[in-house]
């Protein structure tokens, strides 16, 4: 099947830092790609979809200068937060849509603790 | 606006067999999505139904009618590793995904 890469899988930053998030298409292009966030006992909230070679989409709420989406090939997309809070502690997931079908693949997620 | 229903939180018995419902309202429909989340991991993909019909895949099954936008997932001879929480997601018109909130489902011995 598919394989969706994220790293890194764990950061621990300090309050005001930046973090980039890199996801990889490993045996597949993917033309979209979608980033969720997701905390503690709640269900995955999408926060941007970026297509390759165009600027991401991003949800109503999610503020596009904090999180910087970049999707610069079918293979690699990254999630940069910027000056980090505390509040920004979740666990961030990539997925990827093959650009022959139409099914979502996960990557492994990554859990951001901002101190 | 787009609406996926499924239960917060079920409770099984090990050995026995659980359906988890799913009922949806979305822009236009193509195909609906059971993926199944694991605390503290990504959600892996469980199936994909795009017909009216039952899916049997092992111990899993999913049924779809789109007439009643409905969907439920089955699970057999449930073992403690089922544990988790069963994500509905609807591929809209534009084809993206609609997400439910997931269903926990708890195991008991």
């Known amino acids: 099947g598919a394989v969706v890469s994220q790293h890194p899988s764990w950061v621990i930053c300090k309050s005001g830092t930046s973090v980039k998030i890199e996801c990889r298409s490993l045996d597949f292009q993917a033309t979209t790609m979608f980033w969720y966030r997701q905390f503690p006992k709640q269900s995955l909230m999408l926060m941007a979809t970026s297509n390759e070679g165009s600027k991401a989409t991003y949800e109503q709420g999610v503020e596009k200068d904090k999180f910087l989406i970049n999707h610069a090939s079918l293979t690699l997309s990254t999630l940069t937060v910027t000056s980090a809070h505390p509040e920004d502690s979740s666990f961030y997931i990539c997925s990827a849509r093959d650009r022959r079908d139409y099914e979502q693949y996960f990557g492994p997620g990554t859990r951001l603790t901002v101190t | 606006g787009q609406n996926i229903d499924q239960p917060t939180e079920m409770t099984a018995t090990e050995g026995a067999i659980v359906q988890i419902n799913c009922t949806y309202q979305?822009?236009?429909?193509?195909?609906l999505f059971w993926y199944q989340q694991h605390a503290g991991e990504a959600p892996t993909f469980l199936s994909y139904?795009?017909l009216d019909g039952l899916e049997e895949k092992g111990r899993f099954s999913s049924f779809l009618s789109r007439s009643k936008g409905y969907s439920y997932l089955l699970l057999k001879e449930l073992q403690m590793k089922d544990s988790a929480s069963y994500l509905c997601a609807v591929l809209d018109s534009n084809y993206q995904l609609i997400w439910g909130a997931g269903t926990k489902l708890i195991i008991k011995p």
């Open positions: 139904n795009v």
């Open positions: 979305t822009s236009g429909f193509n195909g």
